[in-house]
C-alpha cells in the first residue's frame, strides 16, 4: 500500500467521523499542496487547511459523546498556537527556507491526519514535560495564590 493509498485511506477516516465525503477532503488536500508547491497563494492555503479542516473537526468532536477525538483537537491546537507563535518570531528566518509553505503544509497534515497522531507526537515527547516543568510558574502568575479547584 503506497503513500497515497494510506493518505486516501486517511482523509476517508476523517471524512466519516467529520461527516464530510473523504474524497473531497483528499482532493482537496492533493491540490492544496499541488498549489502550495507551485507557489500560488502558499500562504493562505496553508492557513486554511491548518485552521478551517482542523476547526471543522474540533466542532464535530465536542458534539461526540467520547472524549478521545476532543484530546486530539485539544493536542493538535495546542501544539499548532505554539508553532504560529514560534513562527511569527522566527518569520524573519523562514523567506531562506525553500518551499517552506509547502513544508508547513506537510507538517500541519501530519500534525491532524489521524495515522500520524503528529500533534500527539510532539505534545507528549516536548511539550509535557516542559509544560510540567513550568505549570506551577504559569498557573500562578495568571490566577495568583489562588487554589484550583
Not at 501530519?110 to 509544560?131: E, M, R, T
Request: with cysteine; aromatic share 20%; hydrophobic share 55%.
Amino acid at each position: 500500500m503506497g503513500f497515497l493509498d494510506i493518505f486516501e485511506k486517511q482523509c476517508e477516516v476523517i471524512g466519516n467521523k467529520a461527516g464530510i465525503n473523504g474524497k473531497i477532503i483528499y482532493v482537496g488536500l492533493l491540490l492544496a499542496l499541488v498549489f502550495v508547491f507551485l507557489g500560488v497563494m502558499d500562504q493562505y492555503i496553508t492557513m486554511t487547511v491548518g485552521v478551517l479542516l482542523p476547526a471543522h473537526f474540533s466542532f464535530k468532536a465536542l458534539e461526540t459523546k467520547g472524549r478521545e477525538d476532543d484530546k486530539q483537537w485539544l493536542t493538535y491546537w495546542t501544539v499548532f498556537s505554539l508553532f504560529v507563535l514560534f513562527e511569527l518570531f522566527l518569520s524573519f528566518l523562514m523567506q531562506y527556507i525553500p518551499f517552506y509553505f509547502f513544508l508547513k503544509l506537510g507538517f500541519l497534515i501530519w500534525l491532524f491526519l489521524p495515522i500520524f497522531q503528529g500533534a500527539s507526537v510532539i505534545y507528549d515527547n516536548l511539550l509535557a514535560k516542559y509544560f510540567k516543568q513550568i505549570e506551577v510558574t504559569v498557573d500562578s502568575a495568571f490566577v495568583g495564590n489562588r487554589k484550583s479547584k
